[in-house]
């Protein structure tokens, strides 16, 4: 059974993670918004992106572009597929221990699908670093 998008999900994933902008646009005429830009007038403004972000929580390429953004420079990200309905994702990178330098993972996640196991443990590894 195909799994539903986030759309909320994916434009965090997005901004956070993919390093994408969101577009301000006008509250005033939902079926047809206006970008602020043309409509210097608007006072309450919210980010909306003007184009939907990709699925990254379940289309397995856009998931892979995730992943490979978020890679660390001297690390790797791993995605195991536990069963039918489970998958997790690792984010590990090489960093000082102890003992000199060691693997540390860097975010976990766990989800039903490979895909959001990606997006989530993207989302938790950005929050780690802000």
């Given at each position: 059974?195909?799994?539903?998008?986030?759309?909320?999900?994916?434009?965090?994933?997005?901004?956070?993670?993919?390093?994408?902008?969101?577009?301000?646009?006008?509250?005033?005429?939902?079926?047809?918004?206006?970008?602020?830009?043309?409509?210097?007038?608007?006072?309450e403004?919210?980010?909306?992106?003007?184009?939907?972000?990709?699925?990254?929580?379940?289309?397995?390429?856009?998931?892979?572009?995730?992943?490979?953004?978020?890679r660390?420079?001297?690390?790797?990200?791993?995605?195991?597929?536990?069963?039918?309905?489970?998958?997790?994702?690792?984010?590990?990178?090489?960093?000082?221990?102890?003992?000199?330098?060691?693997?540390?993972?860097?975010?976990?996640?766990?989800?039903?699908?490979?895909?959001?196991?990606i997006?989530?443990?993207?989302?938790?590894?950005?929050?780690?670093?802000?």
């Amino acid at each position: 059974m195909p799994t539903k998008s986030d759309p909320e999900l994916n434009a965090r994933v997005a901004e956070l993670v993919m390093g994408q902008k969101p577009e301000e646009r006008c509250h005033e005429n939902w079926d047809f918004p206006q970008f602020c830009s043309v409509s210097p007038e608007c006072q309450e403004c919210a980010h909306w992106y003007a184009d939907d972000p990709d699925p990254y929580d379940t289309d397995i390429s856009a998931a892979w572009e995730v992943m490979e953004k978020i890679r660390p420079e001297s690390g790797w990200v791993e995605v195991k597929l536990l069963g039918a309905d489970e998958a997790c994702c690792y984010i590990w990178d090489y960093v000082d221990g102890d003992n000199g330098k060691q693997y540390d993972q860097v975010a976990y996640a766990a989800a039903p699908t490979a895909p959001l196991a990606i997006c989530l443990a993207a989302l938790a590894a950005t929050e780690k670093t802000e």
